[in-house]
């Protein structure tokens, strides 16, 4: 039973930080792509 918990929380903490990876990700390329609009 505790090893079922287990896993079930890593899981979450992984979807959760591939989430947050995937926001920073997008950010910096919204970041990118205005500095090249502004810029040009």
């Known amino acids: 039973m505790a090893l079922t918990i287990a896993v079930f929380y890593y899981s979450v ?3 959760f930080m591939i989430n947050i ?6 950010e910096q ?12």
């Not at 990118?32 to 502004?38: N, W």
């Open 13 to 15: 903490y992984n979807k």
């Open 21 to 26: 990876n995937l926001i920073i990700y997008l």
């Open 29 to 40: 390329l919204k970041i990118i792509y205005l500095q090249k609009i502004l810029l040009s």
